[in-house]
T-cell receptor, first 117, second 113 residues
């Protein structure tokens, strides 16, 4: 079965600094997708970034980028120039690819990010 | 601005009562997912539908939970009878297909006393 592990329950970063959130996963599938979701206090789940496993290039969305290491099954999120609005719970998630056994999102336990002014 | 809507946003009820949560997926999305979020278990899938047909409800306690899609614009999750351990936030998400991005609703916070 697929699993997603986030080993950092809490992280803190100074405003304007850079922070990296860690995520590792386990799967036997060759085709899959990885995601980072942000959940602010409003509880709304917001997709931050996604990565297709078949793509070697790391995904980037403005200040958010990932370091995808397929062989190591690692998928970390880097937030550059941190802003107060980045404070939230961040979830790493896995989903199987087309034709795969897993169409549901499998979530990690989350990392609570605090941004200090 | 297309979005997934959920009602109610908050629900407080007493143990033994029936609870019905509703979700309106984004128009045109053929896949609907129900997730539950608790402190202990985190986010976990309860059930999902494709074209209104249930495909996977293995995460749902069958004795008290039921999920349906009466039509393409409405998904329901029902708990009967409710128990205090059902207290959680219940999210509905929809996707164009199950292989596309899932868009989450705002969630229903359920408290069972």
């Amino acid at each position: 079965a697929q699993t997603v592990t986030q080993s950092q329950p809490e992280m803190s970063v100074q405003e304007a600094e850079t922070v990296t959130l860690s995520c590792t996963y386990d799967t036997s599938e060759s085709d899959y997708y990885l995601f980072w979701y942000k959940q602010p206090p409003s509880r709304q789940m917001i997709l931050v970034i996604r990565q297709e496993a078949y793509k070697q290039q790391n995904a980037t969305e403005n200040r958010f980028s990932v370091n995808f290491q397929k062989a190591a099954k690692s998928f970390s999120l880097k937030i550059s120039d941190s802003q107060l609005g980045d404070a939230a719970m961040y979830f790493c998630a896995y989903r199987g690819g087309y034709g795969g056994a897993t169409n549901k999102l499998i979530f990690g336990t989350g990392t609570l990010l605090a941004v200090q002014p | 601005d297309a979005r997934v809507t959920q009602t109610p946003r908050h629900k407080v009820t007493e143990m033994g009562q029936e609870v019905t949560m509703r979700c309106q997926p984004i128009l045109g999305h053929n896949t609907v997912f129900w997730y539950r979020q608790t402190m202990m278990q985190g986010l976990e899938l309860l059930a999902y539908f494709r074209n209104r047909a249930p495909l996977d409800d293995s995460g749902m306690p069958k004795d008290r939970f039921s999920a349906e899609m009466p039509d393409a614009t409405l998904a329901t999750l029902k708990i009967q009878p409710s128990e205090p351990r059902d207290s959680a936030v219940y999210f509905c998400a929809s996707g164009l297909t199950e292989y596309n991005e899932q868009f989450f609703g705002p969630g229903t916070r359920l408290t069972v006393l």
